[in-house]
């Protein structure tokens, strides 16, 4: 594993990757790695596992060469609060009923938290204790009460660029959220009839639940992804996941492409599973009517693990 970890190091070195980012991605592939140990693989099964380091250095050097996606403007926000962060990471804790919210990344030193809106922004709680962001809305808000949709807030959080998110667990209903420009190391998400929009981003281990809510990624990360939705779609482009893609879906469809990622296990109850230069290394699929396709332009080799449907079509190949 040092070995293994040292090459990796002077190959993200070579890629003329900061300081900061090498040690982020090392702590990172250590912990993998130490998960894999405990879980009885081999030296040489985890290298064939994360690859050649060289090679894995090259792919993380191309993500972070890309553009940052377009930021949110403020003009139209009032700055609630800002807060000064006295470490390298922040833990963020989000519960909110009805309001919009974009997380994304500032060049400035603080953490910000703006809202738009009628609703009186002083029903709401906002603190920022031990590195640890925290913002509920205010619980008469919930089902018992409407409002028109012109009172309801739309909330903007920005995060120093040099500060990572140590987790962020967000917890929503009939609110959308959007993402961009910033490195969890851990995302929790559990959504009811709420879109998700995430471009250009780092989420490290990630879990989430949706009901009724789409989901669009572009140009993202991830060490692991557990998706589970009932009839929310999934729309992925040009994204790697270096570890496990699972995916559990009642009627949501699953659009992929240009996507990585080492293993792919898929439930679909009546949901359509596309992939389109989808390159897992090994796959698990089932589905009772829905159907399964990936069809790539390179010819990978791709392990069929478990393939199973009562009436689905389930295709693998060009």
Request: charged fraction near 30%; include cysteine; proline fraction near 1%.
């Amino acid at each position: 594993m040092k070995k293994y970890l040292e090459d990796l190091r002077q190959e993200l070195i070579k890629q003329k990757m900061t300081a900061k980012e090498i040690e982020e991605i090392i702590a990172d592939h250590e912990e993998m790695i130490r998960t894999a140990l405990a879980e009885g693989l081999s030296v040489e099964e985890i290298k064939a596992k994360f690859g050649d380091p060289s090679q894995l250095a090259e792919e993380l050097s191309d993500f972070d060469s890309k553009e940052d996606a377009e930021q949110e403007e403020t003009d139209d926000y009032v700055l609630w609060q800002e807060f000064e962060v006295n470490d390298e990471s922040v833990s963020i804790n989000v519960n909110l009923l009805s309001e919009d919210i974009t997380y994304q990344s500032t060049d400035e030193t603080k953490v910000k938290v703006f809202y738009c809106g009628k609703r009186k922004i002083d029903k709401y709680e906002l603190s920022f204790e031990k590195n640890e962001l925290r913002l509920s809305a205010p619980r008469k808000f919930g089902f018992h009460f409407s409002f028109n949709n012109e009172d309801d807030l739309t909330f903007l959080i920005e995060i120093p660029k040099n500060v990572m998110i140590n987790e962020l667990k967000h917890v929503a209903v009939s609110s959308d959220m959007e993402l961009k420009n910033l490195i969890v190391k851990q995302m929790t998400l559990n959504t009811t009839s709420g879109d998700l929009k995430v471009k250009h981003a780092s989420l490290g281990v990630a879990k989430w639940h949706t009901v009724n809510g789409d989901i669009e990624i572009k140009e993202t990360k991830f060490l692991s992804l557990n998706s589970s939705q009932v009839n929310g779609d999934i729309s992925m482009k040009e994204v790697t996941i270096d570890g496990d893609f699972k995916v559990n879906t009642v009627s949501g469809d699953v659009e992929l492409q240009e996507v990585t990622c080492d293993n792919f296990e898929v439930n679909t109850v009546s949901g359509d599973v596309n992939g389109k230069e989808f390159y897992p290394k090994m796959v698990a699929l089932k589905s009772v009517s829905g159907d399964i396709s990936i069809k790539n332009k390179e010819d990978r080799y791709i392990e069929i693990v478990k393939k199973h449907s009562v009436s689905g079509d389930i295709h693998i190949g060009r």
